[in-house]
């Protein structure tokens, strides 16, 4: 893939989630994302030609930047027991306050398309075996993972009754718990 091919995909990607951001996923029409992106429908439809294509391109893209995120995060963790399971922490809780939006408008896209999932579920394999490798008090640790994918899906499905303040005091307690692990 070129330069030029991969940059016009960052560049449609980034605007079909500005959509899905500012107005739902009823709003991701191929027209719109071509719209915000300053392309032509056709120009959309070069790079990803149809709408499963561009939410498949969303999805993996959301994944590799999670992941990304994370890899940066580890590099930060400062000698805690599980790197990888503190740059979790730290990654999500950014997660839940910039892309909150964006989780809660790429469910119902993908709700009906299983396999769209599947980019999510290769970075979660790799990062579960990374936290294997890491601790060997993984009852302790999987705590803290469910803890965070239970945060992260209550405010996908909009069902969450914590507010900010609580969620600081969740993150607080989980930061805690991986204290825990050090010792």
């Not at 070069?46 to 294509?53: C, I, T």
């Not at 027991?81 to 503190?86: D, H, W």
């Not at 993984?138 to 239970?150: K, M, P, R, Y």
């Not at 005091?169 to 718990?177: D, H, Q, S």
């Amino acid at each position: 893939m070129s330069k030029t091919t991969k940059n016009t995909k960052c560049q449609i990607l980034t605007a079909a989630l500005e959509v899905v951001r500012r107005a739902g996923s009823p709003a991701l029409t191929l027209d719109a994302v071509a719209e915000e992106a300053g392309l032509s429908k056709g120009g959309l439809l070069y790079n990803f030609p149809s709408k499963d294509a561009l939410i498949r391109g969303m999805v993996e893209f959301l994944a590799g930047k999670f992941e990304a995120e994370i890899a940066a995060a580890r590099e930060n963790s400062g000698g805690a027991a599980s790197p990888t399971l503190a740059a979790m922490v730290d990654v999500t809780e950014g997660w839940l306050s910039e892309q909150r939006d964006v989780a809660r408008a790429i469910l119902p896209a993908t709700a009906d398309k299983p396999d769209l999932r599947q980019p999510f579920i290769d970075v979660k394999l790799r990062l579960r075996a990374a936290i294997l490798k890491e601790t060997s008090q993984l009852g302790a640790a999987w705590v803290i993972w469910t803890s965070l994918e239970g945060l992260h899906f209550s405010e996908a499905h909009c069902v969450s009754t914590l507010t900010d303040e609580d969620r600081t005091a969740v993150f607080e307690e989980l930061r805690g718990r991986l204290q825990e692990l050090n010792q």
